[in-house]
Structures are given as structure tokens and as C-alpha cells.
């Protein structure tokens, strides 16, 4: 049975596996192989998730897990963007285990953390623009797109956009 948790140092391994996977299987076609591992090295390496599992605010509200008989399944994040407005920064699940509900319940945790604790009455996130897995899932949780604009490290050249999803709270 899958569970949610706060991330502990012992996770980091796990959140480290399931990011760099998730965002591979996420992005291989879309992306060229150094840009891919580019935002790994500076995301997803375990020194950064160490820290960032041991560190919560308004602006990172801190990793969550999810936990399958004490394995890493699917990891997320995110934190406050202004004063009423919160963001999912990151979502990630074992590419083996999509469609099983634990992107739900992942989101669902970081949802209730950013209005519970942090007040938060909106709800923004970035996605890939032919990203098959995140827009629908995003649209079916009542996000609707608002806006485009360059991908995170892109330039013109790379011509990739990223969409901004919003929902309220």
C-alpha cells in the first residue's frame, strides 16, 4: 500500500531515482540528452535534495514521498509564489507506476500543506508544452492553462515552451 510522507534524509536515494527517471521517461523525446541531464545535474543530485528535504518554508514547502513498503515511488514539491498564490515545482512518480493514483495523492499533500499551512488560495504549475503525461493529468485535476512562455535553461533556439496551469483553492 502507497503513503505519503514527508521526505527524511533516508529518501534521498529514492526522490534522486525517481526525478532523474520520471524526468527521462518525461522528456526523451522532447529534449535534447545535455539539456535533459543539465537540469538533473543541477535538480535532482542528492546533495541538493538532501538539503531540500531537510529544509521547509513558505517558498519550498519541502519533498514529499510516497512509499511503497518503504520504496520511493513518487516524489513532490512545492511552495508559496506570492502572498495567496502557491506553486507545485516538482511531481515525479517511477515511470513503472503511473496511473495507479499516487500522482493524486502526492498533489492532494502538497495541496493541503500550501492552504493549510501557508494560506494559499491559488494553485500554479509549469508544463512542458506535448508533455502527454502532465497536461492531462494537470487538466483533470481543474488546472486550465493561462500562458506560455520559454522552458526553465531554454533559449530561442531550443523553441520549447512551458505552459502555466492555474487553478483556485
Not at 500500500?1 to 514527508?6: D, E, L, P, R
Not at 511552495?79 to 495507479?100: C, H, N, Q, T, W
Request: proline share 2%; net charge negative; glycine share 10%.
Amino acid at each position: 500500500m502507497v503513503f505519503i510522507q514527508k521526505a527524511q534524509p533516508e529518501h534521498v536515494k529514492g526522490i534522486a531515482r525517481v526525478c532523474t527517471e520520471g524526468y527521462w521517461a518525461t522528456y526523451d523525446e522532447m529534449y535534447s540528452a545535455e539539456y535533459i541531464n543539465a537540469v538533473i545535474k543541477e535538480f535532482y543530485n542528492e546533495q541538493r535534495i538532501l538539503e531540500e528535504a531537510e529544509s521547509s518554508s513558505r517558498e519550498w514547502g519541502g519533498y514529499f514521498v510516497a512509499l511503497d513498503n518503504g520504496e520511493v515511488v513518487g516524489a513532490g514539491g512545492g511552495g508559496m509564489i506570492s502572498e495567496k498564490a502557491a506553486e507545485i515545482f516538482v511531481l515525479y512518480l517511477d515511470p513503472d507506476r503511473l496511473g495507479e493514483g499516487i500522482g493524486t495523492k502526492l498533489l492532494e499533500a502538497i495541496t493541503r500543506q500550501q492552504k493549510e499551512e501557508f494560506g494559499a488560495q491559488e494553485q500554479w504549475v509549469s508544463v512542458a508544452k506535448g508533455n502527454e503525461k502532465g497536461i492531462p493529468f494537470y487538466e483533470a485535476r481543474e488546472f486550465i492553462c493561462r500562458s506560455e512562455r520559454p522552458v526553465y535553461r531554454s533559449n530561442a533556439d531550443d523553441k520549447v515552451i512551458s505552459l502555466r496551469y492555474w487553478r483556485k483553492l
